[in-house]
Each structure stands twice: as C-alpha cells, then as structure tokens.
C-alpha cells in the first residue's frame, strides 16, 4: 500500500492549481488504485515506475508502464490512471507547472518511455529522490533544487528521443563516459550487456559510427584539451588524468585531433 500521507498529500487531490511548486511522492499500489480525473488536471504530472505495472488511458487510448518507464500526462487532457489487473504499481510521481523542456519531447497526451537499465537508470531514480526530498524538507532554494533536477530528468529524457540507439548501446556509452580513465575492458563490456565481443564492436561502429576506442579517445582528448585550457595542468599531466600511459600516443592522437601538438595547444592560450 502507499506510504503514510493525508489525503491531501494524494495525487488524485492534487493537481487544481495553474502554477505552483513541485509536489510528489512515492506509492507503492496494490490492483484496486486507480484515479479517474475525467476533466483533466491544470498540473502536468511525471511518474517513473520502480517496478510492477501500471497504466495511463486518454482519450488517445491506453499506455501500459512498467519498471524505468517514466510517463508525462500532459495538463488539461482527460485520463484515468492505476494499477494493472493483477498487480502491484510501485512508481514515484511529482506534480508540477509547465516548464520550456516538456517542448523537446513529442506532444503527446501522455508521453512514455523506458529508460534502460544500467547508470542513465541510476541518474534518473537519483533526480527524482532529490526532487522529492527537496520537495519535502523545503529549505533554502528548495523550489530551485526541485527544478533542477526535474529539468535534468527530462533534458535525458529529451536527449533519448533526439538519438534513438540500441538499449545496449546507450549502456556502452553510458559505462564508458563514468569511466573514461580506466582500461578499455570490451570483454567486459560486452558480457555486460550480453552481447559477444564482436556483435558489441559491431553494433557500436553501425550505431555511431566509430569503435569504441576511438570514442574513447575523443573524449579524453577533448578532456585533456580543456584541462590545458582552464586548469593549469600541464600536457603530462593532462594526459594522466584523463587515462594515458603512454604519453607518445596522447601527444600523436592529440595532434590527429586539434592539428597541434599539446605542448603548442598549450602555449596558444
């Protein structure tokens, strides 16, 4: 069942206000939860579901979600929503007013996607229990907290619908921008979102096409090309930081990249 909150504090009673804070929770919903709002709401309303499975009717028609969906009910469209027959509904929900970055995704009645599992999963469960407990406590900039990091979950939310990959690929360069500095593993990789390590290398050159080392290296590059520029560091330094051993190879990918040498890249400033 849900967590202990007044009625007032219910989703089904909220949502009558044109413009207002951010206002959530986090239910935990046997098969008989459901809430029928046949005129619609002045609120917008995001869930993401934790697990079981729920669904949305509009007029447009139904839309089932379950665990990483996160689901957009635009304001003003009539809608039911609940608890799947036969399930339980575990999901985080967040009222709020419209913001600029509902724009970037498709206009839709209620808008669903999936995230996939992996760190994009993490990052987005982490936004929506920060918005929650800044939602709760309320303390200083509380209302601005909140924002941001419900702008932040629909800016990634936005950025998957701009470039449709492969679940396993999006977990591939998710995996390898969070670790950038270590030892390219494709073995390891590649058991992780089970595929061999030749599909993997092949569906990540026909997804975006580059291997995986040369994503890699850009990214440690242009790494170490803003380390030059704004830190302080050194080119020996820069290189170790963003993971090169070798700096004889940094220094030769460095100048493939930016047509100077890093010592040169570094004086230009």
């Not at 995996?175 to 992780?192: F, K, N, T, V, Y």
């Not at 030769?252 to 010592?263: K, V």
Request: negative net charge.
């Amino acid at each position: 069942m849900s967590s202990s909150m007044n009625q007032y504090d219910r989703p089904e009673n909220y949502g009558h206000h044109s413009s207002g804070p951010i206002f959530g929770g986090h239910f935990n919903e046997n098969e008989a939860y459901q809430v029928a709002r046949p005129a619609g709401m002045n609120d917008w309303l995001l869930a993401y579901t934790l697990g079981g499975e729920g669904y949305f009717r509009t007029p447009a028609g139904e839309k089932r979600v379950g665990e990483g969906t996160l689901s957009l009910l635009r304001a003003g469209v009539p809608h039911t929503y609940g608890t799947a027959a036969g399930e339980s509904w575990n999901f985080m929900w967040v009222h709020c007013h419209r913001i600029h970055e509902f724009s970037y995704l498709p206009q839709e009645e209620v808008f669903v996607h999936t995230i996939p599992e992996g760190e994009l999963r993490a990052r987005v469960h982490q936004a929506f229990l920060s918005m929650l407990h800044d939602s709760r406590e309320r303390s200083s900039y509380w209302e601005q907290l909140c924002s941001n990091s419900l702008q932040e979950i629909i800016l990634l939310l936005a950025r998957r619908t701009d470039r449709v990959l492969d679940p396993r690929i999006e977990q591939t360069l998710q995996h390898l921008s969070s670790h950038m500095i270590e030892p390219l593993r494709i073995d390891e990789l590649a058991a992780a979102v089970n595929l061999s390590t030749s599909r993997l290398s092949h569906l990540f050159k026909q997804q975006t096409g580059t291997t995986m080392i040369e994503h890699l290296n850009r990214m440690r590059i242009e790494q170490a090309a803003l380390l030059l520029k704004h830190s302080g560091r050194n080119a020996t330094e820069a290189a170790l930081d963003v993971g090169f051993n070798n700096y004889n190879h940094f220094a030769e990918l460095f100048r493939r990249h930016y047509g100077l040498s890093p010592s040169k890249y570094e004086t230009s400033f």
